[in-house]
């Protein structure tokens, strides 16, 4: 008897690892230990009958005795046989369960990394376009702005130069990269052409109050000393959600206009002069005989 129950019990851990072993290869596992089991629960159980049945007719016990006995240790292989088989069978429908379970699960998520990435490529490829078009868009307008035959100044509330296009750089002398974020004042310093005052553009007024300025005649030094006439048209700036955001000036430069008309001035001086040291009446009249112009005679 103490030889069976040490070979339960070495059944018993061989069974332990069986599981153990099952969980790593379960198919191999499962083709080794179901055959070999019961052929060695069978073996056994054969030769503990034989050696029973030799000590049954050396001891001379009964044969009922020695049947019920028979039948006692047949069942309990059975039984034990029963259980492996059991254990083990259990044992692979969950490990295949769970690797049913992971599977589905790995594919879920990789169907779902595969759509997240799909729609983040998308994603990605309209902002690509989007950014493509506004760029494309804002070269437009940059070459409009710079095609402008005035000279156009923007700023920001607090009066710092925001944009100027290039015929704005070709009258200041500046670049914008030189002006961007510096006060306007440092750039567009003009005086009245009449009373050589300094002036200045009430840009102040202007953001806070939308007002609108206009200046016709004035004067300015760009930055290598050059002398200029320009005329000035100021106007606030609105933004989409029509707040001020800013302001603007366009500038036309009319130094050529100015010099031509001081030169027909100064001659019309000197035409006066001419006719007024005439010592007789001349008078200038047009063709439906109206009188232009007479001297003092």
């Known amino acids: 008897m103490t030889f069976l129950c040490d070979f339960f019990i070495a059944l018993s851990f061989d069974v332990c690892n069986i599981e153990i072993t099952l969980i790593r290869n379960p198919i191999d596992t499962m083709k080794k230990h179901l055959l070999v089991y019961p052929l060695a629960v069978f073996v056994f159980s054969g030769t503990l009958l034989v050696l029973l049945a030799l000590y049954a007719a050396k001891s001379g016990l009964n044969s009922l005795y020695f049947v019920s006995i ?44 595969a759509g997240d990435f799909a729609s983040h490529e998308e994603m990605c490829e309209a902002m690509r376009s989007s950014v493509r078009k506004h760029e494309k868009n804002c070269e437009e307008l940059r070459v409009i702005f710079d095609s402008i035959q005035e000279a156009v100044i923007s700023i920001d509330r607090q009066g710092m130069v925001s944009s100027m296009n290039m015929t704005a750089e070709k009258l200041t002398g500046y670049k914008l990269n030189e002006l961007a974020g510096k006060p306007v004042d440092n750039v567009l310093k003009i005086n009245d052409v009449h009373t050589q005052n300094a002036e200045s553009v009430p840009w102040d007024e202007i953001i806070a109050a939308g007002m609108r300025f206009e200046m016709v005649s004035a004067q300015m030094t760009d930055r290598f000393g050059n002398e200029k006439y320009i005329s000035i048209n100021a106007f606030p700036v609105y933004g989409p959600d ?49 009188i232009l112009f007479t001297n003092n005679m």
């Open 70 to 113: 028979s039948a006692l240790i047949i069942c309990m292989g059975s039984i034990l046989l029963a259980l492996i088989a059991g254990r083990l069978f259990v044992s692979l429908r969950r490990r295949q369960a769970a690797e049913q379970s992971l599977f589905e699960t790995l594919s879920s998520l990789l169907q779902i990394q």
């Open 242 to 290: 029509s707040s001020i955001s800013g302001a603007a000036c366009v500038i036309h430069d009319v130094t050529e206009t100015y010099f031509t008309s001081q030169q027909l001035h100064k001659r019309e001086e000197f035409i006066e002069d001419v006719f007024a040291s005439v010592q007789e009446g001349i008078s200038v009249l047009n063709r439906e005989l109206d």
